[in-house]
């Protein structure tokens, strides 16, 4: 359920934050402009692709005109009506590029319509696009995206499998006039070879073979120009992190990191940063799929974040980017829903244990404690240090059993990730590993000794946050319980109070939709929730959580509006490694050196395997 946060409550908020910035709300004219050359757009493919679909009222001029003009003007009617189709969408988000391309297209989609179908409703609907586009041209400011070669490749398996649908429905509206019966295999074969400008195997009477060559020769010349522009042009990749942004941000923890738990992951070097005005606060996001998605509370002075919070809602109204911001505590929801008008949601809660008061004792910890006690009889021993006390030669090791324990072709992580282990400038994070000897049946491992690890990142001078699980597959279960167990027992011996654990999604859903008296909604609410916890590990990582007793933490997501909700959650799920657009492991086990290494937070195929098993 959607609710506002309350932010009246004395002293939850700074006075700073009365202001109200509104974010950048659907803008109708784009959005009607959009739609408009959707419209057009399928307009011009009907017009080029089926041959009754306007009948010709002005027979005298087609009588003068010459011979292939039509098969021509139908190639140009449909290559813009799918040119416009792809414009739509930057359309809708202002995109500048977008309206000047759309401004050069429809003149000659509305000649083709004219030369091809002699329609002059076709003509007059284009223009009549093109003057609403000038008209509104201060409407369509918004920058462009950040790019990189990956929209090439993109665009040429999207629009080469369009074309080729486009081109069964070319070769398949003419049955009048097709000699003989060609299969399936054929008609295929005809638009593969049509698309690269040869003949096909499908042979039409009178004109129309003209008339389909050119149509299929126009998307597949299109496929080409296009997959060759993006491929060529200058690359602007994702902002990063630079060094004098690191160093800023790590100041600004310094001061006031104990605030957020989830504060030390801002300094994943794949994110960007705005700052406030004095420099006090920031918020660092990440633009995936036109998300501009923000994790946490903004860094920093809580007096300072309005200032950060307007400088990020002004960088996603220039670019028309959807804010969003994911995993924010209740005092930054109040925060951030005051200062911009947008809405909360919550999402669940964090974990949280105190380590003073954590004790395996009491029938509660029983089962946590029968594992522990199992798996120390086994021959196994902990160690819970921090990383800058690690030998450079155990250190490696750790690296390389993270990066080969790792379950699934992708990193997952984003929210609660940092997606590194051993940085130098890190070396406040600790690390508890498990270990055994061998037991001189076989050669030691590659890994010595080691046979899982779990790795904190600091939260303040006296907390730490979990960010990574991995095990090695031999071991035996109960290795995340055990590691847990030992980071929490060894805490204040390094002087950590609190430790941050995992993020329960829906936690209060699924605790109380298994008491006695839920209702209905609650109950099949619940239902759905373990219903997915089949891939997505919902159920058994709240009980995990659950086991060590902890504090919960409410966590929400801030959004714009209810109609960007499935939007902004395909691109969390792209941000934290659920959907993956790159190549696979095989084919990108080359690079691994080059390449940054989002480590998962709870959500990697081991730990879930762990917390079944447990």
Not at 366 to 382: D, F, L, P, S, W
Not at 529 to 549: D, G, H, M, P, T
Request: hydrophobic content about 45%.
């Amino acid at each position: 359920m959607s609710v506002r946060i309350d932010g009246d409550k004395k002293g939850s908020v700074p006075a700073g934050a009365r202001k109200v910035l509104r974010g950048p709300r659907p803008d109708t004219v784009p959005s009607l402009v959009g739609t408009a050359a959707t419209f057009v757009g399928l307009l011009n493919i009907a017009a080029g692709i089926f041959p009754r679909f306007r009948a010709s009222r002005m027979h005298a001029v087609t009588e003068v005109l010459p011979g292939t003009t039509g098969p021509f003007a139908a190639a140009l009617a449909l290559s813009t009506g799918v040119l416009l189709l792809l414009l739509a969408h930057g359309l809708k988000r202002r995109k500048r590029r977008a309206w000047r391309a759309a401004v050069a297209l429809l003149p000659i989609g509305a000649v083709a319509q004219f030369l091809y179908r002699h329609s002059i409703v076709g003509v007059l609907i284009s223009v009549a696009l093109l003057v609403l586009l000038v008209r509104h041209r201060s409407e369509f400011t918004a920058l462009p995206d950040p790019r990189s070669r990956w929209k090439a490749l993109a665009n040429f398996i999207l629009l080469g499998s369009g074309s080729l649908g486009l081109g069964l429905v070319i070769v398949s509206v003419h049955p009048g006039r097709v000699v003989g019966s060609p299969s399936i295999a054929d008609r295929i074969q005809h638009v593969m070879y049509g698309l690269f400008g040869f003949e096909g195997p499908v042979e039409y009477a009178g004109d129309t073979s003209w008339t389909v060559a050119y149509s299929l020769g126009a998307l597949g010349l299109l496929t080409a120009i296009t997959t060759i522009y993006l491929a060529f042009r200058p690359e602007h990749p994702a902002a990063r992190l630079t060094e004098d942004d690191e160093r800023q941000l790590r100041d600004l923890l310094a001061k006031h990191g104990a605030r957020d738990s989830l504060g030390h992951f801002a300094l994943r070097r794949d994110k960007a940063v705005v700052f406030s005005p004095s420099g006090k606060a920031a918020v660092t996001y990440r633009v995936v799929s036109g998300v501009m998605l923000a994790s946490g509370d903004p860094i920093g002075d809580v007096e300072a974040w309005p200032g950060a919070i307007e400088r990020f809602m002004d960088e996603a109204k220039a670019h028309s980017w959807t804010p969003a911001v994911v995993g924010c505590s209740e005092t930054g929801g109040e925060v951030w829903t005051r200062e911009t008008g947008l809405d909360a949601l919550e999402l669940g809660d964090e974990a949280v244990v105190d380590a003073a008061d954590f004790s395996l004792s009491g029938r509660a910890m029983r089962n946590v404690r029968q594992m522990v006690k199992r798996i120390e009889r086994n021959g196994y021993e902990t160690r819970v240090r921090r990383v800058r006390d690690l030998s450079v030669g155990e250190l490696e090791r750790v690296r390389r059993a993270a990066e080969d324990w790792r379950g699934t072709d992708t990193e997952r992580g984003f929210s609660m990730a940092l997606g590194r282990i051993g940085d130098p400038d890190d070396g406040d994070c600790v690390i508890a590993t498990a270990h055994k000897a061998d037991d001189g049946a076989g050669e030691p491992g590659p890994y010595g000794d080691l046979k899982a690890m779990i790795h904190f990142v600091p939260w303040g001078s006296d907390g730490m946050s979990l960010e990574l699980m991995r095990r090695d597959r031999s071991a035996d279960p109960g290795m995340n319980e055990l590691l847990i167990v030992a980071a929490l027992q060894a805490a204040p011996k390094i002087g950590i109070e609190h430790v941050s654990l995992n993020f329960a999604m829906f936690r209060s859903a699924l605790a109380r939709g298994e008491k006695i008296g839920a209702g209905p909604v609650l109950r099949l609410w619940r239902g759905l929730l373990v219903f997915l916890s089949r891939w997505f590990q919902i159920e058994s990582l709240y009980k995990f959580n659950a086991k060590f007793q902890p504090r919960w933490e409410p966590r929400f997501m801030v959004y714009r509006a209810h109609g960007d909700l499935p939007r902004i959650g395909f691109a969390v799920m792209q941000a934290e490694g659920f959907v993956n657009v790159g190549l696979p492991r095989p084919f990108t086990r080359f690079s691994r050196t080059h390449r940054k290494r989002p480590c998962a937070h709870l959500r990697s195929t081991e730990t879930e395997r762990a917390v079944r098993a447990a």
